[in-house]
């Protein structure tokens, strides 16, 4: 069997699929992984809020930008400037011509050796990347790569599933424990600041036993593998939205994904 080529494998999957579904949740459709994004906006403005970060005053570095989706919301939260990057060729190019303003950058935060021009930035985001490093080595270089990119005092935003012991593996995902993220970031001089759930009903339960989050996604399976009825996922979205929303302003932590704000020591 090949080895794993994570580069090739993100940068076809930009070629056949470049949108909403290239990016986020692979199978559940297009209509269905724009309701996620859009709680994902809700979730990440929120928390940006609550933890004071000026975007005003700051200049921003994206990692693994995708189709833009946070490219697109620092530049409305008015960041002071925005550099996106993604190590699939196809995604930079993309990410250029739809955004002429910003710059943009072929980037492995993984690499043993970060572009000596790219400097230090105020924030860096790294949103639904990192459990896509399945190699541990790797991993552990990207914390180093972001500890080296942003300033000290400076902020780091970024998902992962934080379980809450041991890993979940496959071929292109590992879901590593909570323990050993937040070691990670120590190891690296980040301090927590905030975190937050990012879904609770409309993303994959794996932190959860509970049968009626089980019974729950397997209905959203079910009704957006219907792809020749795409008006289905979008009703389904519409009507989880609001119920997700109102449910994750109270909760601490949650099933699914979740997001970390941290502060690099000075």
């Known amino acids: 069997m090949a080895a794993f080529d994570p580069r090739a494998y993100w940068d076809g999957r930009h070629a056949k699929h470049y ?5 986020g949740y692979a199978g559940l459709g297009v209509s269905y992984n724009v309701w996620m994004y859009r709680v994902r906006n809700h979730v990440v403005r929120r928390e940006i809020r609550k933890a004071r970060v000026q975007m005003s005053q700051c200049d921003v570095l994206d990692v693994g930008s995708g189709t833009g989706f946070y490219v697109d919301l620092w530049g409305r939260l008015g ?77 780091f935003l970024f998902s992962e599933n934080f379980l809450p012991g041991g890993r979940e593996s496959n071929v292109h995902q590992v879901s590593r424990s909570s323990e050993e993220i937040t070691q990670l970031l120590s190891d690296n001089g980040f301090g927590i600041l905030r975190r937050a759930p990012v879904f609770f009903l409309m993303n994959r339960p794996l932190k959860s036993r509970s049968r009626v989050l089980s019974a729950t996604w397997s209905m959203i399976e079910r009704v957006t593998s219907k792809r020749h009825r795409p008006y289905l996922a979008n009703w389904l979205g519409a009507a989880l939205y609001p119920v997700e929303i109102s449910t994750l302003k109270w909760m601490s932590t949650g099933p699914t994904t979740e997001m970390m704000i941290c502060r690099r020591h000075p």
Do not use: M
């Open 79 to 155: 960041a002071r400037s925005v550099t996106g990057s993604d190590f699939a060729p196809y995604a930079v190019d993309a990410l250029r011509k739809r955004f002429p303003s910003h710059s943009f950058c072929e980037l492995d935060i993984t690499a043993a050796d970060l572009p000596g021009a790219l400097g230090q930035f105020d924030v860096v985001s790294a949103f639904d990347i990192f459990y896509h490093i399945v190699d541990d080595g790797k991993y552990a270089q990207a914390f180093r790569n972001v500890s080296a990119l942003v300033r000290p005092g400076g902020i």
């Open 19 to 23: 949108g909403p579904e290239s990016v």
